[in-house]
């Protein structure tokens, strides 16, 4: 049986190259002068990692300045596992170290960090070289989530770590200078899969659904949809207090949208949701128990959703906001936990635009599988959706690095790149 993680648009590329001045078609803005970076797993020549979560991570960047491209490079982040071999979990427990750094990236306080949920952050240089691991002067002693939050107003970086065994889910806070100034256990039943969370003004936004881990159900990754464990969305006020767990029904989601309080300071959470027996499919397929042939690589099946919380009823209300298959929501981030009007998300060949005011909808097609559309605001930008939406599309064996006009999604340039770039996670846009 052919195992979808190896195969078709999943299937990992076997070395690092580098190229240098990429055809551009269209017109670059000048102000776009950074590197894009995109993470995502990419197991060496040879090696089947068991799971599409489970390869190593792989950095593609490509380097645009004043209206060019001037190069395109992959790296392998040089993790423990990669270089070492060595195991996450082993007889004298858990090295955090020994991790894949394959889910995203980000800066803050100008480093920048490769990002895996079940392991410390990975520094790496602007042009890609792995420094090594991170835990903040001996401060960080849990894993990183690879979806931290920074708040746009504070500066600061707030995540989180999920365990095996307990502590199961701890809650740290950077400051904007890069110092880990809080850490506290936010308690929960189990060990689940917690990919990502939400900030608001004044509250965390935990999602503790029923996607559990077991060693037992054995090797590769033993998560699991476990509706015994009930579905639970938390509120743990960001001054200090109690969380207030609301029951939900039976779902699950890796990637939040965004969440803010209302006029009536009700929290308004917005995530790509999946129904169990969806999520149930979606697992067997990446976890190379489906065949192959089962499945369109990258085709994804969760749905735009929504939840209204009230802390002071302890009431909550769920309801579906579109019926297409949608993934990985992107946002303005100045807008990040204050609400936003526009989210972007990425669908079958083509990246969605959300305007949550006017309830409409409106679609790029980009003529190939589409990565997660990474939002650039304009330089001195009022309208919270002037800039460009930047994403990988891949069609076949060519790959391109699309800019469109976040407006109106129209396309404004594209790269070509020298390679077919695997789908994988997520990126970001790191300006000069």
Not at 325 to 349: A, C, H, K, M, W
Not at 415 to 426: C, D, E, K, Q, S
Request: charged share 25%.
């Amino acid at each position: 049986m052919e195992k979808a993680y190896l195969t078709g648009n999943l299937a990992p590329v076997p070395d690092e190259i580098d190229a240098y001045d990429l055809p551009v078609e269209g017109a670059l803005p000048p102000e776009l002068t950074g590197r894009y970076f995109r993470n995502g797993p990419n197991p060496r020549p040879g090696e089947d990692p068991g799971h599409w979560f489970g390869g190593h991570g792989m950095l593609h960047g490509i380097r645009l300045r004043d209206g060019r491209a001037e190069w395109y490079r992959n790296r392998w982040v040089k993790t423990k596992a990669f270089t070492d071999g060595a195991d996450l979990v082993g007889e004298k427990g858990v090295d955090l170290a020994a991790t894949q750094a394959n889910t995203s990236v980000i800066r803050h306080d100008g480093r920048i960090f490769a990002l895996i949920e079940v392991g410390l952050p990975y520094e790496m240089t602007p042009e890609l070289d792995t420094v090594g691991p991170v835990d903040f002067q001996g401060k960080l002693a849990t894993a990183m989530t690879a979806h931290p939050k920074q708040d746009p107003i504070t500066g600061e970086l707030h995540f989180f770590g999920y365990g095996f065994f307990p502590p199961f889910l701890t809650y740290h806070r950077l400051s904007a200078g890069g110092e880990l100034v809080e850490t506290k256990e936010i308690e929960v039943p189990g060990a689940t899969m917690m990919h990502d969370f939400a900030i608001t003004e004044n509250y965390l936004v935990w999602l503790d659904l029923p996607v559990t881990f077991d060693l037992e159900r054995g090797a590769g990754m033993p998560y699991a949809f476990d509706e015994g464990y009930g579905a639970r969305i938390g509120l743990t006020p960001r001054a200090g207090g109690v969380t207030r767990w609301f029951d939900v029904d039976p779902c699950y989601a890796f990637h939040v949208g965004n969440a803010w309080e209302d006029a009536e300071g009700r929290v308004v959470l917005t995530a790509a949701r999946y129904t169990p027996k969806v999520f149930a499919d979606l697992w067997e397929h990446i976890s190379g128990r489906a065949d192959a042939a089962r499945h369109a690589a990258g085709t994804v099946s969760a749905s735009l959703y929504s939840w209204t919380l009230d802390p002071a009823t302890g009431k909550v209300s769920e309801e579906p906001l579109d019926d297409r298959d949608v993934e990985f929501p992107t946002l303005n981030e100045q807008r990040l936990g204050l609400g936003s009007r526009y989210l972007y998300t990425v669908g079958d060949r083509q990246i969605v635009k959300y305007d949550h005011q006017s309830g409409a909808a409106s679609a790029l097609a980009t003529g190939g599988a589409t990565g997660e559309a990474v939002f650039v605001p304009a330089e001195g930008a009022r309208a919270e959706d002037k800039g460009w939406l930047l994403s990988i599309v891949t069609s076949g064996e060519a790959s391109r690095l699309l800019v469109a006009d976040a407006r109106d999604l129209s396309e404004v340039a594209s790269v070509r790149l020298p390679r077919r770039v695997p789908a994988g996670f997520h990126g970001s846009w790191l300006e000069d």
